[in-house]
């Protein structure tokens, strides 16, 4: 006789979990809280979804920044090209783009979610919407589900993949923890994870909706640097967003909970400071009789330019013929180091992940399984596990969903 059992959430890791279990011959009911499935997956990257990634599968785990080996038997057993075959083989025809990000060829996420809906509905997946979970409990052996209409659902096994607490507008409340912990599982604390971060300086809200590409950003708490790297930068009214900062904050977060770092951008990092000054001696020679405030125009985006002069100290009504050498150090160190200051993380609404969930020392990483709840499953952000952003994380809820499918499924 084929087990039943029961899949909490219908995100990616969920439904996931569920074709995998149906794969098998069990009966699966999925039970979701919303009135359609994935709808977190539908604004992930900005409504286009990032599958996965077309690295080495080795490579993921370069980018996983919690619990990498953990991961490994979820990862091996489900990994990034059979993601990508699943999706092809569903009718969701798929493309990759720089840095190796896996989308579907349409940019439109419903069609990942479409696939796999069409692959739940092959398999005889029972799903229910708009059905909240109240509690979760086990009795003799069943675990015993039942919903805020006090409808009651039973299993002999049951997978937990509720996701976590970003984006709650789209019902990820942190339910699952909850249930967890009633089983007695441990939770890691959590937090927002790629996520934008708030500044102190009056200067910041000036550059709101100015994206900078092609920059360098370094954190420093104190002397010692945190984070270093390229990529595209993107002011706004409160702080610093776009994907270089959205990454630095799932690596420096904790530290900025506990207090303020330094952000030092680099807005010229193909320049030495040596070649930089060159280059502005050229522009500088060019156009000698203009005062410094109207002379940054090829160097910077005019929104960017009135802050950068403030900050350089150098009096804005200055003519470049009295520059001196002293003044053009001033400018480079701010075209080189542009200041600011880190004072925390924003919220879990806006955050892509939520860092943190059930210790995975009480999961077993070959199966899913909870160590101390025979039956019991986790899958998706439920997991203190989380990558940078390129499609990692998707990658860790298809793969976890996967294998505590695969694994639930088992005799």
């Not at 980018?63 to 059979?82: C, E, G, M, W």
Request: with cysteine; hydrophobic share 40%; glycine share 8%.
């Amino acid at each position: 006789m084929s087990k039943e059992i029961i899949v909490a959430g219908g995100g990616a890791a969920g439904m996931m979990a569920a074709v995998a279990a149906a794969e098998s011959g069990c009966s699966v009911l999925l039970l979701e809280q919303n009135e359609k499935l994935g709808k977190k997956l539908y604004i992930t990257g900005k409504g286009r979804c990032n599958v996965t990634n077309a690295c080495d599968t080795v490579d993921l785990f370069k980018q996983i920044l919690r619990n990498a080996k953990f991961l490994y038997s979820a990862v091996y057993t489900y990994d990034n090209f059979r993601v990508m075959d699943f999706f092809e083989e569903n009718g969701v025809p798929l493309k990759t783009e720089r840095g190796g990000r896996v989308f579907p060829e349409s940019d439109h996420a419903s069609d990942i979610i479409r696939g796999l809906a069409r692959a739940m509905e092959r398999l005889s997946v029972k799903v229910r919407l708009n059905t909240k979970i109240q509690s979760v409990t086990k009795n003799d052996g069943r675990f015993i589900v039942k919903d805020t209409s006090l409808k009651s659902y039973s299993a002999d096994r049951i997978i937990l993949a509720t996701g976590g607490l970003s984006y709650p507008s789209t019902g990820s409340t942190g339910d699952g923890y909850a249930f967890a912990q009633s089983f007695g599982h441990t939770l890691v604390k959590q937090y927002p994870g790629l996520v934008a971060m708030n500044t102190k300086e009056s200067y910041i809200p000036q550059l709101q909706g100015l994206t900078l590409k092609n920059v360098r950003a370094a954190i420093y708490e104190d002397q010692k640097i945190l984070y270093d790297d390229f990529g595209e930068l993107l002011f706004t009214h409160y702080g610093v967003s776009g994907p270089l900062m959205l990454s630095a904050s799932s690596i420096v977060g904790e530290r900025l909970m506990k207090r303020p770092l330094k952000l030092l951008i680099d807005l010229k990092p193909a320049l030495s400071n040596d070649q930089l000054d060159q280059r502005i001696v050229r522009d500088f020679d060019a156009n000698r009789n203009r005062q410094f405030k109207n002379a940054l125009n090829q160097l910077l985006p005019s929104k960017l330019i009135p802050v950068a002069v403030q900050l350089s100290g150098i009096t804005p009504e200055k003519k470049l013929n009295e520059f001196t050498k002293q003044d053009r150090r001033m400018l480079t160190d701010i075209l080189k180091k542009f200041p600011a200051t880190l004072t925390g993380l924003r919220d879990f609404k806006e955050a892509v992940i939520t860092r943190g969930g059930v210790s995975v020392k009480e999961v077993n990483p070959s199966t899913m399984e909870s160590r101390l709840v025979p039956g019991l499953y986790f899958a998706g952000e439920m997991l203190d596990a989380d990558a940078l952003t390129g499609g990692y994380n998707l990658q860790i809820a298809w793969s976890s969903g996967y294998l505590a499918g695969m694994s639930a499924a088992e005799l």
